[in-house]
């Protein structure tokens, strides 16, 4: 079963009141970084699986993208997208992304936020993007970093004061499923280690170009002092893959 919760009423509520799902890009705590990984969209055909409210998908025709799809599970998030959205030349699909099928050389770039750490199917998902991929064409993603995943609690240690001490990592080759608490509802999560993610991109035919882990800028600290404790461990990894010719 492909999990698709944000077509409950109740999580999606809270869902849609997060900072990145009312200002979007904005609000993306990694999106400058991933921003750029990104190669020049302009004329170029994109993908976006797991498109959420459609942010990147209207980010990429801001930059003149000649067209896009996107693609989700949640008849929820792709009706908000479409509310969102007045560009005849971004399309919206209602498919899990490990069952998608294009044919060969349908995009050139493809691109994918905070998704593929909800599905099992990850080597299937980046055969399939290599198939719909033309030659040189970018595979662009972002995920939880496996730090991040590897306990099921996804928090800090905290003292008996409350004070954060450190983030403990856990079980970190026991590659699998986690539930996880997300906006008070368990969520199935899958941690991969590192290594499998580069491994799994290398043999699906991917040269691996750039690998990022996020962390907070003097710009953010300020804004939100809070955000020091980014630094203490990283909550994002960012892959550039390109499609060898």
Known sequence: MKQNKYDDAHFFAGYEKMP?????????????LLKKLLPELKDKRILDLGCGFGWHCRYARKEQAH??????????????ARELT?????AYRKIPMEDIHFAADSFDVVFSSLAFHYVRAFKAICIKVHDCLTSGGKFVFSVEHPVFTARAEQDWWYDEHGNRLHWPIDHYQHE???????????????????????????????????????FATEEMIQKNPAMFDENRRPMFLLIRAEKMM
Do not use: C
């Open 67 to 80: 067209s896009v799809v996107g693609i989700d599970i949640s008849e929820k998030m792709l009706q908000r």
């Open 176 to 214: 699998g499923i986690r539930h996880t608490p997300f906006l008070t509802e368990d969520v199935i999560k899958y941690h991969r280690t590192l290594a499998t993610y580069i491994n799994t991109l290398v043999d699906a035919g991917f040269m691996i170009k750039t690998v990022e882990e996020t």
């Open 20 to 32: 990145r799902s009312l200002k979007g890009l904005e609000s993306a705590g990694e999106w400058p």
């Open 86 to 90: 007045d560009d005849p030349h971004i």
